[in-house]
């Protein structure tokens, strides 16, 4: 959808009373939307529609501006619906349901909704074939979701957006014959089909880079089932310290000048291409682009990828143990407990 079209969307959902907005924003479609307007143009007082929706019309937040149906610009109360929640095949690629309502002034949901289940013989089956292969019973209207606060939120915080991404995901090149300064590998942009458009058209950034900034950052096709795999390398043009990240004059003015020479080839290209507003200024910097750059970097308070870490705590029973561990309980299997439970009884002495 065009930018100009979802702005038109959502203003003509905020004109109804239809738009969710906030977290809900991106489960919202035309479907609602749809059916309002199709009652505005078409439909008399008194007058019944049924449309074939998503499951989601009959209990999730984002079409609840549809249920209570008191819409800015008309009336309508939904008096009856079937549910299909992948219970007819085939069908639709997702569940769906019929809502039935009425341009009047909005009462209480139904209590219940005819589900409908079968299988049928093709996707677009007649009437009659229907019929004999589709179920009816009725069942009560599906309540709303309750969406809790997990008990494992605050073991887990956002990690670093890095974008674009071949700016700052490298690859090492070969530096010849007499091999590369390991305090300033030679690198290269990393490409690959998950970069945007116009980042993808444009050549990858090439140079060599202090090796302070050059870290591991894992992404999605770094974890595999229960495990994690190499991680790629990426520029992080955040100091040791864990200031904010330099752009290219603020790590030229700090000695970093081979990350200033990588920077000014990305900030160059940045802004050559990135959108720019109606008084021709660039709609954002390139260090603003990336978020949570400070993550990637470990420090004496945050483990790697930023994440807090405990501390660890030596043996004070035992003098001569240098044995270091970081939880007092053990929650392991087979031989791994074992082990575990002699080093968490030794933390326990």
Known sequence: MAPAVKRDVKAM?????????????????????FLVRAAELYL?????VAMVMPYAVLNRPAYKGLRDGACRTVSLGLVAAWAMRNDV?????????????????????????????????????????????????????????RFGESHYRKLFVQGATVVPRRFFLVERRDAGP?????????????????????WRDLPPPEGRVERVFVRPLLLGE????????????????????GRAPLDAAGAAREGWRRLA??????????????????????????QNAST???????????GRSGWPTR??????????????????????????????AKRTSCSGC
Do not use: Y
């Open 311 to 340: 501390k660890r705590e030596r043996c004070s029973r035992r003098p001569w143990c240098a044995m270091r561990t970081p939880f007092a309980t053990t929650s392991f299997i087979g031989s791994h407990r074992r082990r575990k």
């Open 222 to 241: 770094s974890i595999a089932p229960f495990r994690v795999v190499a991680p790629v390398e990426a520029v992080i043009p955040v100091p040791p310290d």
């Open 89 to 145: 095949r085939p069908l639709f690629p997702t569940s769906s349901c019929v809502v039935f309502a009425r341009r009047e002034l909005p009462g209480p949901l139904p209590a219940t909704v005819t589900a409908l289940a079968g299988t049928l013989a093709v996707r677009d089956a007649r009437e009659a074939e229907a019929a004999g292969a589709i179920s009816a019973a009725e069942a009560p209207w599906p309540p709303a979701p």
């Open 44 to 48: 008399k007082p008194g007058g019944s």
């Open 261 to 286: 020479g990588w920077l000014e080839q990305c900030e160059e290209k940045w802004e050559q291409h990135t959108r720019r507003g109606a008084d021709g200024k660039a709609l954002m910097a390139l």
């Open 292 to 302: 949570s750059l400070e993550r990637c970097v470990a420090s004496s308070r945050r």
């Open 178 to 198: 007499l091999g590369a300064n390991p305090d300033e590998p030679l690198l290269r942009g990393r490409t690959g089909a998950l970069d945007k458009a116009p």
């Open 13 to 33: 959902c905020e004109a109804r009373g239809l738009w969710a907005g906030g977290k809900l924003a991106t489960q919202q479609d035309l479907s609602a939307l």
